[in-house]
């Protein structure tokens, strides 16, 4: 199958390479492919595949609050580039977002027909490349994903992985609660839901929840260290952009088609396993 990665070079994209590499992959990323700039709509259509894989995206959550403009012009018209190549192609469109969609208020998982309602500029501009997604491109399957980590690029485990290595304390949020995912579990699912004829929305995550508190004395743990892990408040980690307090993601759609991802620990000791194994090469 002909199957276009925007993003390519991204922790997602990388691992949808992995997980993909016996498919015919057509890779675009920065600089020859800029969602800023509609050329990218041409390359698309030029390049012809079946399936978009969408990962391409403006993700600094703080970073969003700053370039606002940047945040919307990436996430929301490079996402209407991308949908109205698909949809002259007639391919399958399969778009990435974000739990931070919804501002958080609820305690209970929320589920794909829950309303959004984001709080920062990062969620705004997801849901607006959503909407220009499905409105757009007819055969679209938004996947909203929560607190992603790959072994490609930065995140949450490998900062703390490094820091728990050189510092005699962490203090890490507890007051905010999501669905770590493994990116290569994520690229799996991508890659069975791209054949399937599920379209709208649907939600993928590892199972289970924690807040970044608990995620990261997990890490601490899985790396045998015993230095301890403090619980503050989002206030008094003073980031910028507001965050939702609880973002946990029902998964009703992807049941429906198949078996749930693996719990979050596993998904996370697999992980540090292999990069464990990588540094040690």
Not at 154 to 161: A, D, E, G, R, Y
Not at 172 to 194: F, H, I, S
Not at 227 to 248: E, N, W
Request: glycine share 8%; aromatic share 6%; net charge neutral.
């Amino acid at each position: 199958m002909r199957i276009l990665i925007t993003g390519a070079q991204g922790q997602l994209g990388q691992a949808l390479q992995q997980t993909l590499s016996g498919e015919d992959l057509i890779l675009k990323d920065l600089p020859e492919f800029d969602l800023t700039r509609p050329d990218c709509e041409s390359q698309i259509v030029a390049a012809s595949p079946a399936v978009i894989l969408h990962a391409g995206a403006y993700t600094n959550v703080d970073g969003a609050e700053r370039e606002s403009n940047r945040a919307m012009v990436v996430n929301a018209q490079g996402t209407s580039f991308v949908a109205r190549a698909a949809a002259t192609l007639n391919a399958r469109l399969m778009y990435v977002s974000t739990d931070y969609v919804f501002d958080g208020t609820q305690t209970t998982p929320y589920r794909e027909e829950d309303a959004p309602h984001p709080i920062n500029v990062y969620g705004q501009s997801k849901r607006a490349g959503e909407i220009a997604a499905l409105t757009d491109c007819p055969n679209t399957l938004v996947v909203r994903t929560a607190w992603l980590y790959g072994h490609a690029g930065s995140n949450f485990v490998k900062t703390i992985m490094k820091l728990a290595g050189e510092k005699p304390f962490l203090d890490v949020v507890g007051d905010q609660r999501g669905c770590p995912t493994n990116a290569d579990d994520l690229a799996k699912v991508l890659k069975d839901l791209a054949t399937s004829e599920l379209r709208g929305i649907c939600h993928v995550t590892n199972t289970g929840d924690c807040t970044w508190h608990e995620f990261a004395e997990a890490i601490v743990s899985f790396m045998g260290l015993s230095i301890p892990v403090r619980s503050i408040t989002t206030v008094q980690a003073g980031r910028l952009a507001r965050r939702p307090p609880y973002s946990v993601l029902a998964q009703g759609r992807l049941s429906t088609v198949r078996t749930p991802l693996p719990h979050w620990k596993d998904a996370l000791a697999r992980f540090m396993n292999a990069t464990s194994h990588l540094a040690s090469c």
